[in-house]
């Protein structure tokens, strides 16, 4: 059998001390062992499992949103004065998950960066998968999801337009860039690999979905540079997306007058906190793939090593900017700021503020320590906690900033309901059933980037 790939002509640069895939391995044996995953694995017990539990939770989501469209959000938590909830926390928590995977896809390719080519092909779709789950809160949040189509600036009769001063056109405008970014660039990465599932797949029906899917790609010379140049242009494309979206969700705080919400540092505190919870859940999904599916020789403790210290660098932004909030609330001599920051620490909501605190600053400090990023188990457990940390810090935000503002008459507590918590458990089986589909029937890693690193591997870095 003809394997397309060995036609492409490299032009990366190997570098590092370090190899970034475990030596003695030939074109051939990577690409069967990565397609030997949708092809040849099959259904083991655990994916069965793993799916069906994850098609229950989602199957909960599902009921919930037939329950809210019956009987309308006041189901939610929600209330005067916390008009904003679970909702709103989970958008933006789901959206900044998104995050790492646009990270190495983009920047990290642009910068020639070896180590990304086993982690990018999950870590897009991971994108795509958290804006889906990010995608159903808004949608639901206005009440009326069936005129969700009114945000959008189309030609009607009535004369009606988005308003462009509203957060939320902004959230449409650059969650929906976002989402068809990540989509395009992911399917164009999968077309070589498509090929390749589709040349060695035994079912006809396989070899027939494979090859509609790879839209006839053959490795020829000009395939590959239609490919180069495509895959140029969406990296080009998606690095300002990385900055620019979390940015533009950040505004949906940082433009109101609300104390603690107001604060010139959202911009890149969202920002690093987006990258800082996506590596997480990169590490949260990455550990489990390769102890089940045997990947250790693709995805190596160079892997894990890396993604560590990103988190470290990524979280001592977020740490900053936890600092800056306080300082600027002292600083600022603000008496509205000053007390919303006291709230925040010994009022009714003041554990969340300091769990926030011990995952996302205290706990991940030891990461300093090249032991504790070589500690499996230990890894995964702190990528678990930074994630509760980061879906915390969304909670500290958005309730303490708004359960008590500027009248104390207005004061209350927000209480999420049963339907708050089903529709976040809910989203998460989306998720999780999602990733398992994808695991399934494509290749998880990318098969034609990792065998660029064989002659790293097996030779010692020379071509």
Known sequence: MADHLETRNSTTTLAGPEPVLAPGHTYATVTDKIAAVPLEVGWPRFWIVGFTISALIFGMLLMTILWLLGKGIGVWGPNNPVGWGFDIINFVWWIGIGHAGTLISAILLLLRQQWRMSISRFAEAMTLFAVACAFLYPTFHTGRPWLAYWLLPYPNTMAMWPQPRSPLLWDVFAVSTYATISLVFWYVGLIPDLASMRDRAKSRFAQVIYGILALGWRGSAQHWNHYEIASLILAGLSTPLVLSVHTVVSFDFAVGLIPGWHATIFPPYFVAGAIYSGFAMVLTLAIPMRAWYGMQDFITMKHIDNMCKVMLGTGLIVAYGYAMEAFMAWYSGNLWEMFMFKNRTTGPYGWSYWSLIIFNVLIPQVLWLKKARQNIPLVFVLS????????????????????????????????????????????????????????????????????????????????
Do not use: C, Q
């Open 384 to 463: 678990l906690v930074i994630n509760v940390g980061m879906w915390l810090e969304r909670f500290v935000i958005i309730v303490t900033s708004l359960h008590r503002d500027f009248l104390p008459a207005s004061w209350g507590m927000y209480y999420p309901t049963k339907y708050d918590w089903s529709m976040y458990l809910g989203s998460i089986g989306l998720f999780l059933t999602l990733m398992y589909l994808f695991v399934r029937f494509l290749p998880s890693i990318s098969i034609f980037e990792v065998r660029t690193l064989i002659p790293r591997a097996s030779k010692g870095g020379a071509h």
